[in-house]
């Protein structure tokens, strides 16, 4: 049986249902797995996505786009395949796209987030593993050295340096990409024991209110404006996008410490390049140990590597019996803490 | 470990000075004095010894991290850090091992050099099983020989100062020496950097070298040639000799205590009065000859221990002596440098002759004969000028000869040919797009590429180093190799080396800007760190005196 995705100019492709999966190029049809910018690109005659992200699609692709959305688990015919969605735990309405085709499973997982150290993110449906034939997995942190610390630890960690700041008279400044990860650091800050107020970047305000128009409970966080009077507050956390770094916003903050949240983080150049006081290792997307046993639960026999560390995780796929090989594609650009201007 | 951990951290992590001297203070206002002894010996430079070799290291991580040897590679490449590669591969913790600093440096750590290669691993893993990876990270740069800090011994001296509230000048006195290799400090000591003088006894306690600025001007700039001291700049090994209470000690530039190198040094020392010290120059010297033996010879004594009656005769070194600090038991430095000067001629030691031509022109003839007299310039000295701390604009220049040679850092090898098949032995250099403020800049730039301080390629060359040499050079650059493509390995740049060429002419063929002719390679320079490296601005000077000199020499 030939092979049921392919790679194509355009991007993934899947001859039986003629669809395309997150495309670079304009297509007919495109599955999107989630709507950061580099999977969920203008320009397609007609998109469907997990139901809880059309929100976050439609925000990025405008009225015009035609949107349709379908649940975790429902599943739909297309062509001659079976497509269903299930959750990636990347962000809100990731998906991992499910085809099935003569009783052959495939799956193309997009982004996804799986810790070795066994957390789930809280602020969108997590990861479960699908069984399948054929797994197409990313590689973003497909090296060893990516091992997530518990999110416990490192929320505790922000919140020590938050503590601190406050002490200090300053505010803390957190930035970290707006779509994904700023939620996630409003549901794990802004507890009822915080140090201080949280206040948050216009851009993540918009982001929140489909989150929770979805459903999602995040708690209530002021939005900064012009308006805002940082003098008049004690202790205050900012969460923004990486973008503000060194910007007159950012200055209007008044005395503050910096910080970045990414799993890029977790080198110490990538972390001195960033120039922030502090950097924490925190990231959307699975580590080392979460790429190797999300593979596993999918009792794949075939893994195709896309985005990311493809060379190191296929050859190591392979020495572990497995049939590995790789796609190149065109999703992020980052590698190893490099550009951080993609969310991630 | 763990308050040194996070003051390493919060060092680390900023670049501000005043941030690091507030993390140091705090820190010294906790710690125990065992422990702060540690910390300060670490952060003003002390490097232990290597106590496991990287390449144990490297196969223990593997281990215990379950990794085939080229996955650990593939990440090892990407942070560019071996510490921080092994710190980030191995599983959690099981247990924690809360232990003060000095018991994990004086327990643990250094008793692993005497261990055989079983228990050496048992310790290791041990120790990896019961440390966070902040502490790991910390653990392998200190059993690997590769400690380093962004903190420069001036600022820890300035925590010193400002937490104890003693002069910051008589800490910088005290600390020379501190940070010896295999002197591990203690309670004791550390308490007597803070301690006044009191007791009057000082044992070998060296005083902090003066250091000379390079004059790029015109001497004339300098004002009266009368008020100024002129001496050779001589090419050998800086050092302080002290003779106390019927005891030798003599001391490198780098406040390390060579006395049992140099015996002949010493012995002739020993005939000096008790309470002298004198700065001078250590130099090979045959007997009778007028001038220095070349720097090579005296090579092959630096980093000798066990000295063979040969090798003595071969190489016979003397101090000649340029300075006194201390004569009668007194402290000298704050008399003006004619003084000081009277007073050492009156020793009647061998002392560096002064030039006695009258005018700056008749001294700019004599700095022309620099070169045969195997020296490396002038140095001028304002009459007047006390023997400082460090270095002060304005009393002391280096005026050397216009050498068409640069300091540069090797960036980039590939294998010979023939003969030297599988050797590195051909070598790409580059200088500092600008002079590096320390050594912990130079590092964060190399950490950090694509900044505005970089290493600049500028020249390849092959020639010019003895077999022994390239042997060494070959394992440096296998052990430091970063990248491969095809036959050429990048490098961690580590070396530098005296690069000689005879012209240098502007080019829109090279990067730099700059193409010099016959490069080849003068020495290795074991003694130079990284970050004092030659700048693009150093060759960019030589290219307008260069462009002369080249003409003169020829092309042959």
């Given at each position: 049986m030939p092979d049921l995705v392919t790679r194509r100019p355009q991007g993934l492709y899947c001859e039986p249902g003629d669809f395309y999966i997150d495309p670079w190029l304009p297509v007919a049809r495109a599955v999107i797995t989630h709507a950061h910018a580099d999977h969920c690109r203008p320009g397609h005659a007609a998109y469907l996505g997990q139901h809880d992200g059309l929100g976050l699609m439609r925000a990025r692709l405008g009225d015009e786009a035609v949107l349709e959305g379908l649940a975790y688990g429902d599943s739909r015919r297309i062509g001659d395949v079976s497509v269903s969605l299930h959750p990636a735990g990347h962000v809100l309405g990731s998906a991992q796209v499910r085809i099935e085709h003569r009783g052959e499973v495939w799956v193309v997982a997009g982004d996804y987030f799986v810790s070795g150290a066994g957390d789930?993110?809280?602020?969108?449906a997590p990861f479960e593993p699908v069984r399948c034939d054929v797994f197409v997995t990313e590689s973003t942190f497909g090296l060893p050295i990516y091992r997530w610390a518990p999110q416990t630890e490192v929320l505790g960690d922000m919140r020590a340096w938050w503590a601190d700041c406050a002490a200090q008279g300053r505010h803390a400044l957190l930035m970290g990409y707006s779509l994904g990860k700023a939620q996630r650091l409003i549901a794990g800050l802004a507890t009822a024991d915080a140090p201080g107020p949280v206040l948050v970047h216009g851009a993540v305000a918009r982001l929140n209110a489909a989150y929770r128009e979805a459903g999602v409970a995040l708690p209530d966080v002021a939005t900064v404006t012009p308006e805002t009077r940082f003098k008049t507050l004690r202790g205050a956390l900012v969460i923004a996008p990486p973008a503000v770094q060194g910007s007159r916003w950012a200055k209007a903050i008044g005395p503050h410490s910096d910080a970045f949240a990414s799993g890029w983080m977790r080198l110490r150049g990538a972390r001195r390049r960033r120039g922030v006081d502090r950097g924490f290792v925190f990231s959307d997307h699975a580590d080392w140990p979460g790429l190797l046993s999300a593979i596993a639960d999918t009792g794949a026999r075939r893994v195709i590597v896309t985005h990311g560390d493809e060379g190191t995780l296929v050859r190591y796929l392979t020495e572990l019996g497995l049939q590995a090989d790789a796609f190149a594609t065109e999703y992020g650009d980052e590698t190893h803490g490099g550009a951080e201007t993609t969310e991630t | 470990m763990k308050r040194f951990v996070a003051l390493y951290l919060a060092i680390d992590a900023s670049t501000s000075t005043l941030a690091k001297v507030a993390a140091l203070k705090r820190y010294l206002a906790d710690a125990p004095a065992r422990d702060a002894a540690w910390a300060v010996y670490l952060l003003a430079g002390g490097t232990p010894r290597r106590a496991v070799p990287t390449g144990e290291l490297r196969a223990l991580a593997c281990e215990a991290a379950s990794l085939p040897e080229w996955l650990f590679e593939a990440g090892y490449a990407v942070t560019g850090d071996l510490a921080e590669a092994i710190a980030y591969v191995l599983p959690d913790p099981e247990d924690r091992l809360d232990e003060p600093l000095v018991d994990w440096m004086e327990q643990r750590i250094l008793p692993l050099r005497a261990l055989d290669a079983a228990a050496r691993r048992e310790a290791v893993l041990a120790a990896w099983r019961g440390l966070s990876a902040d502490e790991r990270f910390m653990f392998v740069k200190l059993v690997g020989g590769g400690f380093r800090v962004g903190v420069s011994k001036l600022l820890v001296q300035r925590a010193l100062a400002e937490w104890s509230g003693a002069d910051a000048a008589g800490i910088a006195q005290r600390m020379m020496g501190y940070t010896q290799i295999d002197t591990p400090p203690t309670a004791e000591r550390f308490q007597a950097l803070l301690a006044e003088d009191a007791s009057g006894t000082r044992g070998g306690q060296p005083y902090p070298f003066f250091l000379a600025h390079a004059l790029t001007a015109e001497p004339a700039t300098l004002g009266d040639r009368s008020d100024w001291l002129a001496e050779w700049k001589y090419d050998g090994i800086r050092a302080q000799v002290v003779k106390r209470e019927g005891q030798v000690w003599i001391w490198s530039r780098g406040e390390e205590l060579v006395t049992e190198r140099f015996p002949e040094v010493a012995l002739t020392a020993s005939t000096w009065p008790d309470g002298t010290v004198v700065d001078g120059e250590l130099l090979a010297w045959h007997p009778g000859e007028g001038e220095p033996a070349p720097f090579a010879l005296l090579q092959k004594r630096i980093g000798r221990t066990k000295l063979s009656k040969a090798i003595l005769a071969q190489a016979p070194v003397r101090l000649l002596a340029y300075d006194l600090l201390e004569s009668e038991g007194m402290d000298r430095r704050q008399e003006p440098l004619h003084m000081r000067r009277t007073r050492l001629e009156a020793l009647g030691l061998a002392t560096s002759p002064l030039l006695d031509a009258g005018a700056w022109p008749g001294l700019a003839a004599a700095r022309e004969g620099s070169r045969e007299r195997r020296v490396e310039g002038l140095m001028l000295k304002h009459r007047d000028s006390a023997y400082g701390i460090g270095r002060t604009v304005g009393a002391w220049w280096k005026w050397k000869v216009a050498p068409l040679s640069v300091d540069a850092v090797l960036i980039y090898a590939q294998a010979g040919h023939g003969?030297?098949?599988?050797?590195?032995t051909d070598y790409s250099f580059a200088v500092w797009s600008r002079a590096p403020r320390d050594a912990a800049e130079a590092e964060a730039a190399l950490d950090a590429p694509g900044g505005e301080l970089a290493l600049v390629p500028f020249a390849k060359a092959y020639s010019g180093l003895t077999d022994e040499e390239i042997k060494g050079v070959d394992r440096v650059v296998r052990k430091t190799t970063v990248e491969k493509f095809g036959p050429v390995r990048r490098v961690r740049p580590s070396m530098v080396f005296e690069l000689g060429f005879e012209g240098i002419q502007a080019s829109t063929r090279h990067k730099s800007g700059i193409a010099v002719r016959f490069p080849r390679m003068l020495r290795i320079r074991d003694d130079k760190p990284l970050h004092e490296a030659d700048t693009l601005a150093t060759l960019q000077q030589l290219m307008e005196v260069g462009a002369n000199a080249g003409e003169d020499v020829g092309d042959e």
């Open positions: 789930c993110n809280t602020t969108c | 003969r030297r098949a599988n050797l590195y």
